[in-house]
């Protein structure tokens, strides 16, 4: 086959016009074939700094990990280049979401018969795969995963490194808008990593019309595609991997939260900052039925009116520190320094994290985090609530939990990994938030439930002033939270907050 791949046509057509996109062909621009640009790419590639040929329009960078950027990838010819932008934005394609990412793919294009695509995967094969080898001395063989990706307005793809059996080079080829600036968001930013984890952005790269990127998929290839904030651009591009000998990954990083009895047995808590709806016998019982039905509730209004106000506003002080958590392969949160919250704040936080609460979410919930010392048996089957000493001196915690105080700020989010699941453990986990008045789904920022190796979901738990929600999970089933997009800070939205606990 020819070196260059030619859009096709019938035999008895009439010839085509000079320029027309009938006679145009998409081909590797001449002077990334020459051996003395390979040469120096090849030299770049083993240099432990970055390397740059202007006159060339090549890049290979250094740190945090080595990639290799080639502009004007494809020779100058604007009408091929054009017909396959075309081609691939008349393909179907499939809105991906989870807690990793959100953008919209085709299927493989290495089974579609388009004229430009075809031509475009041909050249892929029989001249980017041979320089590539030639380049970073990869042992790649002829497999080639290749899809085109196109990412709209509050897309993203978050930190990962890309590994899989085989996958040894990864590449993306921009056909984004020639106007594309830094402004319109869509970066390809680089992670520095530090003992195999990811620490923070250390390189972005401005997608850019006709440039070509590559990189080794490593332990260390931690790269993510920042939020794209154009709302009338499109970040379109054909991506894909090289395949080749697998290599040995370190296994992955996995914290674990650490679980402890309650903090207070003192049992005036609840009165003092709960709805006494919610103390009544009758409407305990029933809400208890409600939840052992569906495994999950919300209840509006949880907190007394004056004390819930008091939070939000004590929440807001600049006083309280916000500590940006990770590491953002796992996630990216801000979560409170505990010594920094203001009385009440901190008030409430122990409230949760109560005996007095313990009993009460047993008696709500039916799950045994307390029990009848005279007869062993939970608190959920005992006829009163534990809010005067009299009615819980007869009880003793048998759970434990993990909380904290977590500011929703626009980039943060979790993710979920296999690991994550834990055979044989139930957790209730319970939510509160404070403050995001017109908090909606296309915001992000719920909390979204699924099953291990599932992708639909099971649940989710939207921001709701003022209300608790609780969900009572087995160990395979994994929540995450979903990223939060620039929505938060253009809708001016306000501060969202939230205290999270689980329950075991």
């Not at 250390?202 to 070509?212: D, E, G, L, M, Y």
């Not at 697998?246 to 009895?261: H, M, N």
Request: some cysteine; aromatic content about 10%.
């Amino acid at each position: 086959m020819k070196r260059s791949a030619y859009l096709a046509h019938s035999p008895s057509a009439s010839p085509s016009k000079k320029g027309s996109k009938e006679s145009s062909r998409l081909s590797l621009r001449t002077s990334l074939s020459t051996k003395e640009l390979k040469k120096q790419l090849t030299h770049g590639w083993k240099a432990s700094a970055s390397v740059s040929f202007k006159e060339e329009k090549v890049e290979v960078i250094g740190d945090p990990f080595r990639v290799c950027l080639l502009e004007d990838f494809l020779d100058d010819d604007d009408d091929a280049i054009e017909g396959l932008k075309e081609e691939l934005m008349k393909l179907k394609l499939h809105q991906k979401s989870n807690d990793l990412y959100q953008f919209k793919q085709s299927s493989d294009l290495n089974g579609m018969k388009q004229p430009m695509i075809s031509a475009f995967r041909d050249e892929l094969k029989e001249n980017c795969l041979p320089l590539i080898k030639e380049v970073t001395g990869i042992p790649l063989n002829d497999t080639i995963d290749l899809t085109c990706s196109k990412y709209d307005y509050t897309d993203t793809l978050l930190c990962h490194d890309d590994r899989l059996e085989g996958r040894r080079i990864a590449f993306i080829y921009y056909l984004t808008p020639p106007t594309w600036t830094l402004e319109d968001g869509g970066q390809l930013d680089l992670f520095i990593s530090k003992d195999g984890i990811p620490v923070e952005v250390t390189k972005s790269i401005v997608p850019k019309w006709n440039s070509f990127i590559f990189f080794e998929v490593s332990p260390i290839s931690f790269h993510q595609v920042r939020e794209v904030t154009s709302a009338s651009k499109s970040r379109l591009s054909v991506n894909g991997w090289f395949h080749g000998p697998s290599i040995a990954y370190p296994e992955r990083d996995k914290t674990t939260p650490t679980f402890a009895p309650p903090i207070s047995n003192e049992v005036d808590f609840l009165g003092k900052w709960v709805n006494p709806l919610y103390l009544d016998v009758g409407v305990a019982s029933q809400v208890k039925e409600d939840f052992q039905e569906d495994s999950q509730i919300e209840l509006p209004n949880f907190l007394l009116d004056d004390k819930f106000e008091a939070v939000c506003d004590a929440l807001k002080m600049k006083s309280v520190k916000w500590k940006l958590t990770g590491p953002p392969n796992r996630r990216k949160l801000h979560i409170a320094d505990m010594n920094t919250l203001p009385a009440v704040a901190r008030e409430c936080f122990e409230l949760f994290n109560s005996s007095a609460f313990y009993l009460l979410l047993s008696q709500l919930t039916g799950v045994d985090l307390a029990r009848d010392t005279a007869t062993n048996e939970t608190s959920s089957s005992s006829t009163s609530l534990p809010v005067t000493s009299e009615c819980s001196s007869d009880f003793e915690v048998c759970g434990t939990g993990s909380g904290c105080v977590q500011s929703m700020q626009p980039g943060d989010y979790t993710l979920l990994y296999d690991d994550d699941v834990e055979e044989d453990v139930f957790t209730l986990d319970a939510y509160i938030y404070f403050g995001g008045e017109g908090w909606s789904t296309d915001v992000g920022g719920y909390m979204c439930y699924v099953a291990s190796g599932e992708e639909e979901d099971l649940l989710t738990v939207t921001p709701s002033r003022n209300t608790l929600s609780l969900v009572y999970r087995e160990g395979d089933t994994l929540r995450f939270l979903k990223y939060i997009n620039v929505r938060a800070t253009e809708r001016e939205i306000g501060t969202l907050n939230m205290m999270s606990f689980m329950y075991r």
